[in-house]
């Protein structure tokens, strides 16, 4: 019964990759050091949106909550450990909710710029076309 069961679940792996290409196993590429060395001196941390924000939260609860805790325990590892967590945790909710709120706004004015598109036509004088 064990055999007929993987056997089974194979095929529908099978038939499941077959429909989906993204599932499909691709063949690995060459890694190219040159893109990665450029693309690395083109990185800035700077440029990631919500980044900065997200960090300054994360470093402000991870002290706050770190501090808290030895204020409680008296214990070093207790600062370090919930300062840590608290920081860590912290900076990815974070992140993640600034960039939630960033895309909702960024969708809204779309969508304004798309409503505003269709009420105003454009009038032929304003693109230069006669």
Avoid: H
């Amino acid at each position: 019964p064990t055999r007929s069961c993987a056997f089974g679940l194979n095929m529908a792996l099978l038939q499941l990759t077959s429909k989906l290409p993204f599932l499909s196993p691709r063949p690995l590429q060459k890694f190219d050091w040159e893109i990665f060395k450029e693309s690395a001196r083109n990185f800035s941390i700077a440029k990631v949106p919500c980044l900065r924000d997200a960090l300054l939260f994360g470093i402000g609860s991870g002290a706050v909550v770190g501090v808290l805790g030895f204020v409680r325990t008296k214990k070093i590892s207790t600062l370090f450990n919930f300062g840590y967590g608290t920081f860590l945790f912290g900076t990815i909710g974070s992140f993640e909710f600034l960039r939630a709120q960033r895309r909702l706004r960024d969708e809204k004015i779309r969508q304004s710029v798309e409503l505003l598109n269709k009420a105003q036509p454009v009038r032929p004088e304003a693109t230069g076309d006669k």
